[in-house]
């Protein structure tokens, strides 16, 4: 993208990204008049805009001329008729779509002092069809692409010193069917609106038209530098590059204009530079100046980064003569207030969440981004696959032609961009593949997405089974989609599988995650709500605001470059010494800081909560790329004292990639008896059993805890233990799917029936506590309640049930109106699934109560769901408090029932209470079922007895 000095009128957020050219060398004397200058007619992007008169022809507010914020699209801005692509999927020109035009008007002047130069009115992006007229005179011919920058050349129609009338009609449809097929009828909302900046450019009138660069890793190095219509040819370029510090690098290069041309080629070579990947995102700058004699007529700067790029046919993806694997996600332009209306700080921010999730790698989906987000590319450090519109549908060849010129020819020096996309999922027009090569002197592979091409099968969503065949192969696999989510299915479930499947493949390319967040938007027409269409947007790893859910850390866990490796369980004799994976692709370990804590936890009754007795840093070994080695944890001589050691590892630019939790054997008494040795007495219908304040009754009939007291007051917890088992409704007794089962019931988990009833129950009371037990007929086979002083209540429990389940353990019941938050020690703070157990670390965690709806609210972390590792949990309620503590932390705790969105499509799970569960369910995704999505999403079979011991504790308000 061209670097350009601003006139005075220019916004301070611009500013500052320019103000580094001022510091650069220069090789030759210059002034303002051998710049590009800009105006910005407009504002920069959301939040930054600028007012214009306008009217709509149709839907909210049409019909009366009024003023909006430029860059925007007018739907969020009052105006016209919200729609989503899909529900008109594959008819170009139908009836009943949203098709209504808006009429802008805008007031300008253009300095006086312009009027040598050539004055050009650029328009970054614009839905869908537009046309502008300039004091009367139209521009231009109609453009048609929306996400596409086009300009005009304005010099003749504008009027210098004075005041200037722009009018843009801008249709939210297209004439051309081709482009409404490519770009309006797709699995997104579809706006209207001038959504990009526009801004005048003036150069000086022998000019720099643009320049494409491929510097490769090697040092060479060749600009094609094309010049504007009617220049002569007795003209010479010269650039000069810099690093970031602005330090000259090299001699200046120069090459004369051949005769007849309208481009020139420069060459070069630059030895020892410093070479662009994701992990080492070294950037240059490069400054051309067009010269006629002596005299410099224009100077214009750019960013670029040495690196080569290559596919090995039958082998894989080559960055700088290293093999990558992409692990990426798909990413759309959007933010909820402002639709496709960004800004330099959503952009930046964006990208910096993808790298937060230790991915390197992002496809632009379905369109181009804004030029800001592939800046954050180019300086974070993450490969791009830039892709031309077209979901299902794609352009004709006129237009396509256009578009495909635009598109690469304002984005070709970005050094992230390594791959173009010609369409996605059938919206690819062969005829113009050979188009991205015109532009782009690098020859980038063109992709077809869901399709062959390249030596790249890029084909999507395939299940775990179909992935294993994919990768027999004898070709390049990269599913440019992959895992589609839904809620919070899908992404992280079933990742871990996945990606142990495709990482150690001699040819996998990667993979890309659909999609990075919802695209939910704030709908101004309903007090803000946030609209998800349903299910159809609701896919992403974050919410429509980045609210991270728990796959972003599962993400961040599976796909971190770096991995301490070895069980999660210590053994008593551990010296410190911990196995380490090197995933990165250039960066060696020893530029890695790897840091160590050991950390005590209190008791559900101890309110300190976690004490660090030892922490230390250190840096990381001499392992290279790919290589594998060990870490040495300096561990104190009491290390067994602390309760978890926790390692955490932070690349060269201090991102942590991920913290590791190791435990070890150690018995800890997190509840604990006090004074008041209980009583008991029996009725007919129960035993009462008192101690200290606790007082309790055990129904005689199923040996189920019946009524509670604490300090005189009654807590509704109760109804337990209950047995609960559970499988898929489409599952057979041997963990096949029936193929007969009705459509829609492998979402739904259904309640085993068995049969169960009291066989015995006796009451003793024995050293000091009473002892409370029963005997059954049926899984569930003995349930010991023991109350010991003080009121320390504990259970004992075994079951066993032989056969398939996909939720197997006990629950009791407390009204959910009653709780009002959580404080827990295991693993978390996030929600688990039996196939995305990965993103959680052990420590003390709290949560107030939650009910979001998927899809509709985005409050992270759910408090209701199955929670890993848990060794004690404290329920307050309006009631007071309710203390549980594990013996043994192998189980998970249920916190009633996940609740799946309004269309229940990922699940319908029994209705539980607080439970302990032994096996919880897997989680589908929006295209596979969970038996499709690899081993850890299968149905467990349990045989043999189950038994676990529980403590409670309580504390009345």
């Avoid at 009138?205 to 490769?216: G, Q, S």
Wanted: one cysteine or more.
């Amino acid at each position: 993208m061209t670097r350009t000095k601003l006139t005075q009128n220019v916004l301070n957020s611009t500013l500052s990204a320019l103000l580094m050219l001022w510091v650069l060398p220069m090789t030759e004397a210059f002034s303002q008049e051998t710049e590009t200058i800009i105006q910005y007619l407009s504002g920069t992007g959301y939040q930054d805009t600028k007012e214009w008169e306008f009217m709509v022809t149709g839907g909210r507010n049409s019909g009366e001329w009024t003023t909006i914020n430029v860059p925007s699209v007018w739907e969020q801005e009052g105006f016209g008729k919200y729609q989503y692509g899909i529900r008109f999927y594959g008819k170009p020109h139908p009836e009943g779509i949203a098709d209504e035009t808006g009429h802008y008007k805008y007031r300008f002047e253009v300095p006086k002092d312009w009027e040598n130069r050539k004055i050009r009115i650029v328009f970054d992006g614009s839905m869908t069809d537009t046309e502008v007229r300039i004091n009367g005179r139209s521009a231009g011919s109609k453009h048609q692409g929306a996400f596409y920058r086009f300009h005009y050349d304005v010099t003749e129609i504008v009027k210098f010193g004075e005041e200037n009338l722009l009018e843009v009609t801008v249709s939210k449809e297209s004439s051309n069917a081709s482009v409404n097929l490519a770009e309006r009828r797709a699995d997104y909302w579809n706006f209207g609106g001038i959504f990009r900046p526009v801004f005048l450019e003036a150069v000086p009138a022998k000019f720099i038209e643009r320049t494409a660069i491929d510097a490769k890793a090697d040092g060479s190095f060749l600009a094609e530098v094309y010049l504007g219509d009617g220049i002569p040819n007795s003209l010479t370029v010269k650039a000069q590059v810099t690093d970031p510090e602005g330090k000259t690098v090299g001699s200046v290069i120069e090459e004369k204009i051949g005769s007849g041309s309208d481009k020139t080629v420069l060459k070069a070579s630059f030895p020892q530079i410093k070479i662009w990947t994701a992990e080492t995102p070294n950037l240059y700058h490069i400054r051309f100046s067009l010269f006629e004699g002596d005299r410099l007529l224009h100077t214009i700067d750019d960013r670029f980064g040495f690196r080569t790029m290559e596919v090995r046919e039958k082998d894989g993806i080559y960055i700088n003569g290293q093999r990558v694997i992409l692990k990426g996600v798909n990413k759309h332009s959007f933010w909820p207030e402002s639709g496709r209306t960004l800004n330099k700080e959503l952009n930046y921010n964006a990208a910096k969440l993808i790298k937060e999730m230790n991915m390197n790698a992002v496809r632009l989906s379905h369109y181009p981004s804004d030029p800001e987000f592939l800046d954050a590319c180019d300086e974070l450090g993450l490969y791009v696959l830039h892709e031309l519109g077209g979901w299902h549908g794609h352009y004709d060849e006129e237009v396509g032609r256009n578009l495909v010129k635009s598109l690469v020819t304002r984005d070709v020096n970005h050094p992230s961009v390594i791959f173009w996309d010609n369409g996605n999922e059938g919206g690819w027009n062969p005829a113009l593949d050979d188009e991205f090569g015109r532009w782009d002197p690098q020859d980038r592979p063109v992709l077809h997405p869901q399709q062959m091409k390249s030596g790249i099968e890029t084909m999507h969503y395939r299940s775990y089974g179909e992935t294993q065949e994919y990768l027999r192969g004898d070709y390049i696999y990269m599913p440019t989609e992959f895992l589609h989510g839904l809620y919070d299915g899908g992404h992280g479930a079933g990742l871990h599988d996945y990606w142990e499947l495709m990482r150690k493949h001699p040819r996998i390319g990667g993979g890309f995650l659909w999609v990075f967040a919802d695209e939910g938007i704030a709908r101004t027409d309903q007090d803000g709500r946030i609209d998800n269409q349903g299910n159809y947007a609701a896919d992403g790893i974050v919410g429509p605001h980045h609210e991270k859910e728990g796959s972003f850390y599962t993400v961040k866990e599976v796909w971190s470059p770096v991995m301490l490796l070895g069980p999660g369980k210590l053994p008593l004799d551990f010296d410190g010494t911990i196995k380490v994976e090197n995933r990165f692709d250039v960066t060696n370990l020893n530029q890695c800081v790897f840091e160590w804590s050991l950390t005590s936890f209190g008791g559900p009754l101890d309110q300190a909560g976690s004490k660090t007795i030892k922490e230390g840093r250190f840096s990381g070994p001499d392992v290279p790329a790919h290589g594998a080695g060990e870490i040495k944890v300096a561990l104190p001589s009491n290390w067994q004292d602390a309760d978890v050691l926790h390692v955490g590892v932070s690349d060269p630019e201090g991102r942590e990639l991920w913290t590791w939790s190791y435990t070890w054997e150690k018995d800890s008494a997190f509840l604990s008896a006090g004074k008041g040795e209980p009583e008991f007495s029996e009725t007919d219908g129960f035993f009462a059993v008192k101690a200290g304040d606790l007082e309790l009754q055990i129904d005689k009939t199923n040996g189920q805890l019946k009524t509670l007291k604490e300090s005189g007051k009654p807590m509704a917890f109760r109804g337990g233990p209950r047995f609960v088992v559970a499988r898929r409704g489409d599952r057979t007794l041997d963990g096949t799917v029936d193929p007969e089962a009705d459509k829609g019931i492998d979402r739904v988990y259904k309640e085993i029936e068995y049969k169960q009833y009291l066989e015995e129950i006796s009451i003793q009371k024995q050293d000091g506590k009473v002892a409370v037990k029963a005997r059954y007929f049926g899984p569930l086979s003995e349930v010991v309640w023991t109350v010991h002083p003080g009121g320390l209540l504990q259970l004992g429990y075994t079951y066993q049930y032989d056969g398939v389940v996909e939720l197997a353990g006990v629950d009791f019941d407390y009204p959910e109106e009653e709780m009002e938050a959580i404080r827990w020690l295991g693993k978390g703070p996030y929600r688990v699934w039996q196939n995305r157990l990965h993103g959680t670390r052990l420590g003390i965690w709290e949560n107030d109560y939650n009910d979001p709806i998927p899809g509709e609210t985005f409050i992270y972390p759910e408090f209701k769901g199955y929670f890993d590792g848990w060794q004690w949990a404290s329920f307050q309620t309006k009631e007071g408090t309710i203390h549980i503590a594990n013996e043994k932390p192998d189980t998970y705790l249920g916190v009633y029932t996940p609740r799946d969105g309004r269309d229940k499509l990922l699940y319908t799970l029994p209705k539980t209470g607080i439970g302990v569960f032994d096996v919880i369910p897997a989680v589908r995704n929006k295209v596979n079922a969970t038996d499709l999505v690899g081993p850890s999403s299968r149905p467990r079979w349990i045989s043999g007895p189950t038994s676990h011991t529980l403590y409670f504790k309580f504390e009345a308000k």
